[in-house]
C-alpha cells in the first residue's frame, strides 16, 4: 500500500470517522493507525481475514463517497495552501504573523 494512499485514508477517517459504525473505526483505526495487518485483526475480531478486507474496502469506499459530496478534506487542503501562500506574502509584518498565528490555532 503506497504511503500517499494510507495518509489520504487517514485524513478521511479522521473528518468522517463519526458517519462510521463503530465496527467500521475499529478495523479503519487498527489497520491504518496502529499498522495491525489483517490477520491480526481477524484474530482480534475473531472473523475471517477476508471479512476484515471486506470491510475495509467498503468503507474506503465510503469515505471516499462523503469525501465527494462533502469535500471537508480538500477544503482543509485549500485552506493549508493559502495558509502558506499569506505566510510568505506577509513575512514582514508582525501584526499579520501574529493573526495567521491565531488563525492556525482554530484549526
Given at each position: 500500500m503506497s504511503l500517499e494512499k494510507t495518509n489520504r485514508m487517514n485524513y478521511?477517517?479522521?473528518?468522517?470517522?463519526a458517519l462510521l459504525t463503530p465496527k467500521q473505526r475499529n478495523y479503519?483505526?487498527?489497520y491504518y493507525l496502529d499498522d495491525y495487518s489483517l490477520g491480526e485483526i481477524a484474530e482480534e475480531f475473531e472473523v475471517?481475514?477476508?471479512a476484515v478486507y471486506d470491510n475495509i474496502k467498503r468503507t474506503e469506499a465510503m469515505l471516499e463517497q462523503y469525501e465527494e459530496k462533502l469535500a471537508l478534506f480538500a477544503k482543509f487542503e485549500q485552506r493549508q495552501q493559502l495558509l502558506q501562500t499569506l505566510k510568505r506574502q506577509v513575512e514582514q509584518s508582525p501584526d499579520a504573523t501574529e493573526t495567521i498565528s491565531a488563525l492556525e490555532n482554530l484549526e
Open positions: 478521511l477517517f479522521d473528518f468522517y470517522q479503519m483505526s487498527l475471517s481475514r477476508q
